[in-house]
């Protein structure tokens, strides 16, 4: 090895965490960081990639890698290898070992670096949901997949920016926290919770950001009915006791499922919930979004004034910056 050390960074890292098995990762002990001064040669990257293969049959990656190094005095340019230089001291878990001599970068950290360079912030939360969140799509450089293992937690995100606050794009992270939630199940769930919950200068209905994926404990009627020990909600609001599922076709499709979503509907109304369902047609359309987020507003007791006032056009940019038709139908 020579003493040779690369840390993954970036997009990289993102793959490395996502194609890797947790238990053949190892979070790096809290301390100072020396980063090399120099990015690898093509041979050295070649040997070091070649090694983490074996380690880590799975493992997905693509070129050019993107690497962090300590320095730029000692540039090398390469169309497998981009450098980005980190030169302030980094503090808490910033790295994972992948085997000996190769790192990449804590999800969190992987996240501050890619916003160092996202100029959306709307773009950077459904990044920040989907690190939270229970699924997988090309943001984080892999094929789309559910049923994902989380990468962090708001938690985690919010304790590394606390403590790096000096990095590039940390500050734009630790803005939009405000509005991230851990347990998102799918994009769609992601833009649906941004839509209803931003606030109006940003575009939304100003409802709040729920929980998301909340557990809730059946009552012995309610198991009874679907036998069921507790319910998932999509979008909750324990407080208020309302659940806003999003019933995408392939999740609720067949007579089988409907019958299941209703048993599941008439248990929780036992419980004095209420359940809003939204289709994938209604997220669609601006027309039933409103007509949903007015339901959601009178059940939650907010107030229906807007003090933004040019809030459509930002509605309709939100729509548009999350991939959103902006018409009526």
Same mark, same amino acid.
Not at 25 to 33: D, E, W
Not at 57 to 64: C, E, G, T, V
């Given at each position: 090895m020579n003493g040779l050390r690369l840390y993954f960074s970036h997009r990289t890292a993102f793959q490395f965490l996502r194609t890797t098995?947790?238990?053949?990762?190892?979070?790096?002990?809290?301390?100072? !960081?020396?980063?090399?001064?120099q990015a690898p040669s093509g041979e050295e990257l070649a040997k070091t990639i070649e090694r983490l293969r074996a380690t880590h049959?799975?493992?997905?990656?693509?070129?050019?890698v993107h690497v962090l190094v300590g320095s730029g005095e000692l540039r090398r340019f390469s169309s497998a290898c981009k450098e980005h230089v980190v030169s302030a001291s980094l503090a808490g878990r910033s790295f994972y070992r992948l085997t000996e001599g190769a790192y990449a970068a804590a999800p969190a950290f992987a996240l501050v670096q890619l916003a160092a360079r996202e100029k959306s912030e709307v773009a950077l939360l459904e990044l920040a949901y989907e690190v939270c969140g229970t699924y997988q799509t090309q943001r984080t450089g892999v094929d789309s997949?559910?049923?994902?293992?989380?990468?962090?937690s708001v938690h985690d995100l919010r304790?590394?920016?606390?403590?790096?606050?000096?990095?590039?794009?940390?500050?734009? !992270?630790?803005?939009?926290?405000r509005y991230a939630a851990d347990g998102s199940a799918s994009p769609r769930e992601t833009k649906q919770v941004l839509v209803l919950g931003l606030p109006h200068a940003r575009g939304g209905y100003g409802l709040g950001i729920p929980r998301m994926n909340y557990e809730v404990r059946a009552s012995p009627a309610a198991r009874a009915l679907t036998g069921k020990a507790f319910f998932r909600c999509d979008l909750c609001w324990p407080e208020a006791k309302l659940d806003v599922e999003y019933q995408s076709r392939w999740a609720h499709e067949g007579e089988a499922k409907r019958l299941e979503d209703s048993r599941r509907t008439n248990a929780l109304a036992t419980m004095g919930w209420t359940v809003v369902g939204v289709t994938n047609d209604e997220l669609d359309s601006l027309a039933a979004t409103d007509a949903i987020a007015n339901t959601i507003r009178r059940h939650l007791g907010k107030r229906t004034q807007v003090h933004v006032s040019d809030h459509h056009a930002r509605k309709l940019r939100l729509r548009r910056q999350l991939g959103l038709p902006v018409g009526y139908e």
């Open positions: 098995r947790p238990c053949s990762r190892f979070a790096v002990r809290s301390g100072p !960081v020396k980063l090399p001064d049959p799975s493992l997905h990656i693509d070129f050019p997949a559910y049923d994902a293992t989380p990468l962090a304790d590394f920016v606390s403590r790096n606050p000096s990095l590039d794009g940390a500050r734009k !992270v630790a803005r939009i926290l």
